[in-house]
């Protein structure tokens, strides 16, 4: 029996209010692209701690990678054409296939191209992908939707959602981390950035952003509804309010866990069985 805060409870929203909370997520960052952009833009240089999360990110996303391309696992195909962009054929088994999901302007996407791995950046508003393309005219851009991603099951190495899920009420995060669930393959990491709680608050907090609704999480909170997905936490990032910033901030890294098979029965690799390993400091 799980003990610790349950933040994914109640009754399942209807498609209005889906509809209304994106719509105004999407309005409110259709009006700021473009400070946005320019307010973010520059930031990684200054984080060494933010660029080590993201370059383990890389790193064992290109491990899955090579391990689905020496298993001959090659079902993980895209949906469409719009998750297809994601990766060169002519890479197939050599180069990691993620997705950055809430990409705004793009510069993870960018920072994760840039590491060797081929990023799809994905956003609901249409201003941020028309900037994005603008900055980076030689990666692939799409709108879509994190809660139903144009992406086949077990069809991507990797996923990044940074400061993206903080705009969903805190009740449909189980929901969109069953959607990363789903287009993950096995061993394939997970990466998620949020502004965090102070102290030892026990659940998420509105908090007052300048762009659209938003929760801070604890820590911890996020890791039990990872676990509760079905994901295993390695690693994790806490660090306090950066210059421009008013919250501290936390970064999760797990990962959909590897099965193996004995005499026809699946199983959990154990050796990716462990609980996560704190990482503390300032970026």
């Known amino acids: 029996m799980n003990d610790g805060p349950r933040v994914g409870g109640g009754a399942a929203d209807s498609g ?16 700021v692209a473009d400070l946005y952009a320019d307010l973010f833009a520059g930031q990684l240089p200054a984080q060494p701690l933010t660029r080590a999360m993201l370059g383990a990110f890389a790193d ?10 020496g298993a001959g696992d090659h079902d993980g195909r895209d949906r469409d054409a ?3 962009r994601a990766a060169d054929p002519r890479d197939a088994g050599r180069r990691a296939r993620v997705v950055d999901a809430g990409c705004g302007p793009g510069h ?3 920072h994760l191209s840039g590491l060797g791995v081929d990023t799809l950046g994905v956003d609901l508003t249409p201003a941020m992908i028309e900037r994005a393309r603008r900055d980076h005219p030689t990666l692939p851009f799409a709108l879509a939707d994190m809660l139903a991603l144009p992406v086949a099951d077990r069809g991507l190495d990797g996923l990044v959602a940074w400061y993206s899920i903080i705009h969903l ?5 189980p929901r969109v981390l069953a959607e990363f669930h789903r287009v993950l393959a096995d061993g394939a990491p997970l990466l998620i950035a949020v502004q965090a709680t102070d102290g030892d608050i026990p659940a998420p907090q509105p908090h007052d952003h300048r762009v659209a609704p938003s929760h801070r999480w604890p820590a911890d909170a996020l890791a039990t509804l990872l676990r509760d997905a079905g994901f295993v936490e390695s690693a994790r990032l806490l660090h306090p309010a950066g210059p421009g910033e008013r919250t501290p901030g936390a970064i ?7 099965e193996r098979k004995i005499v026809g029965v699946p199983i959990r690799n154990p050796s990716m069985c462990g609980p996560g390993l704190p990482v503390t400091g300032t970026p």
Do not use: K, M, N, Q
Request: proline share 7%; aromatic share 4%; net charge positive.
């Open 108 to 110: 993870i996407t960018a």
């Open 60 to 69: 064992l996303a290109t491990t899955a990678a090579a391990s689905r391309a």
């Open 252 to 258: 999760l890294l797990a990962s959909r866990p590897t």
């Open 82 to 84: 719009v998750a297809s």
């Open 16 to 31: 209005r209010d889906v509809t209304r909370v994106l719509r105004r997520t999407r309005d409110g960052y259709d009006e």
């Open 169 to 173: 009420p805190p009740v449909w995060v």
